[in-house]
């Protein structure tokens, strides 16, 4: 019997969820859950509920200054979350107050 070349567990739990289908929800759910760290304390307490669905980062925030700031930088928040990632999962952010 011939052994097979040695992979870390981490490429192959990496393909696998690949093959499955599985990598995107997961992707998904990680940027949702990421989304107080990645912006910051103030912007997590100004924060109601934050959800991804068809690749539209919905963000409910209690303050209209906040929402008018983060407004002007949508471009870069999703460059920033994918990044964060490493794969496209968000297309659009769409802030409400």
Same mark, same amino acid.
């Given at each position: 019997?011939?052994?097979?070349?040695?992979?870390?567990?981490?490429? #192959? !739990?990496?393909?696998? @969820?690949?093959?499955?289908? +599985?990598?995107?929800? /997961?992707? &998904?759910?990680?940027?949702?859950?990421?989304?107080?760290?990645?912006?910051?304390?103030?912007?997590?307490?100004?924060?109601?509920?934050?959800?991804?669905?068809?690749? #539209? !980062?919905?963000?409910? @925030?209690?303050?209209?200054? +906040?929402?008018?700031? /983060?407004? &002007?930088?949508?471009?870069?928040?999703?460059?920033?979350?994918?990044?964060?990632?490493?794969?496209?999962?968000?297309?659009?952010?769409?802030?409400?107050?």
């Amino acid at each position: 019997m011939r052994r097979q070349q040695a992979q870390a567990i981490g490429d #192959v !739990l990496a393909e696998y @969820l690949r093959e499955s289908g +599985l990598e995107k929800p /997961l992707m &998904e759910r990680e940027v949702v859950a990421s989304w107080g760290a990645l912006m910051g304390d103030m912007v997590a307490r100004l924060t109601r509920s934050v959800e991804l669905k068809d690749g #539209v !980062l919905r963000v409910r @925030l209690s303050s209209a200054a +906040l929402k008018a700031q /983060l407004f &002007e930088c949508r471009r870069d928040l999703v460059r920033k979350l994918n990044e964060h990632v490493g794969c496209e999962v968000v297309t659009d952010v769409r802030l409400m107050g």
